[in-house]
């Protein structure tokens, strides 16, 4: 029986991830770091 990757259609791999990450706004506004990461 072969092993397969079960993933959501909103899950990304790290692969994914890293041609997204450097796409979306970073953080301007001074105060309490965000709780959940962008990528959460």
Do not use: C, F, I
Not at 21 to 30: D, N, Q, V
């Amino acid at each position: 029986m072969a092993s397969v990757a079960v993933t959501r259609r909103h899950d990304l791999t790290d692969a994914q991830w890293a041609v997204l990450e450097p796409l979306l706004p970073g953080r301007k506004k001074p105060g309490r770091p965000p709780k959940w990461s962008k990528r959460q």
